[in-house]
């Protein structure tokens, strides 16, 4: 649904975007992670075909971003940080304006209104004015004009931005919620726990550049090296006698616990546990150290001062 290639944007002598390279299947999120000036919102702008590449190509819902800019702009959805609601109106007013913006028949226009303002459990308010809504009412009334036109493609700039923590709640079930229909969902955020529930895959974009991309579990990988399991036992254990697997490194042990590296989890612990049960090791918990994506994110950002990652 999203492809780049060099996709770039140069203003006079800043190079804002450089060289990103994206692809994004129907029904997966990806987050775009960065400081600010990272290149983030450059990067949507010209997804949606609003600002122009100075290099490389994009292609969203199989259109092309430079010769069919119109196309990509009825197939996308925009949720922007700052959206712009008309606080005057009611939410029946604002849908149904938007719906003539897109072109919508009469019909249609009162179709997905009704739907989305019944869908974001704003239905029993749509005849209030907006300036009365909660930040979280107005948010979700955003993600219902961004998908007015019933798109294939959102793309949401920091949608919990200075939100109360119930209110981005809400909306972060909505999101969920939009993916399990198929769209496929760009989000901007610097949330990491939102992205670390979110995301299907993770782009980490500084200067202008992605440093790093792939699943989180990829990107654990890349940053922080092998996984690191503990084994609690639940007494005194000797571990002289183990000897590990093929692929597991003993870090660290005490008489009630071990540390160990695995490089292929799947295959291995199940080794070490049963090593473990042929010995009458005690064995009470076996866990993996936790290892986040702010871990990641610090660690991925600290090393870009001194080397770009290679992708």
Known sequence: MIETHDLSKQFHDFMAVDGVDLSVKEGQILALLGQNGAGKTTTVRMLTALLEPSRGWARVAGYDVMKNGHDVRASVGVLTEHHGLYMRMNALEYLEFFGRVYGLSPSMRKSRRDNLLEYFGLAEAAKRRIGEYSK???????????????????????????????????????????????????????????????????????????????????????????????????????????????????????????????????????????????????????????????????????DAKGSMYVQ
């Open 136 to 302: 979280g009412m107005r948010q979700k009334l955003a993600l219902a004009r961004a998908m007015m036109h019933d798109p294939g493609v959102l793309l949401l700039d920091e949608p919990t931005s200075a939100m109360d923590p119930e209110s981005a709640r809400l909306v972060r079930d909505e999101i969920a919620r939009l993916k399990s229909s198929s769209r496929t969902i760009v989000l901007c955020s610097h949330n990491l726990t939102e992205v670390e529930a979110l995301a299907d895959m993770i782009a980490i974009i500084y200067r202008g550049r992605i440093l790093l991309q792939g699943t989180l579990e990829e990107l654990k990988q890349k940053a922080l090296g092998l996984p690191e399991y503990t084994i609690q036992f639940a007494g005194a254990w000797d571990a002289g006698r183990l000897e590990l697997p093929k692929g597991a490194e003993l870090l660290e042990k005490t008489a009630t616990s071990l540390k160990v590296r695995v490089e292929a989890p799947r295959e291995v612990n199940p080794q070490i546990l049963k090593i473990l049960s042929s010995q009458s090791a005690p064995v009470m918990a076996f866990q993996e150290e936790a290892r986040t994506l702010e871990q990641v994110y610090l660690k991925i950002m600290a």
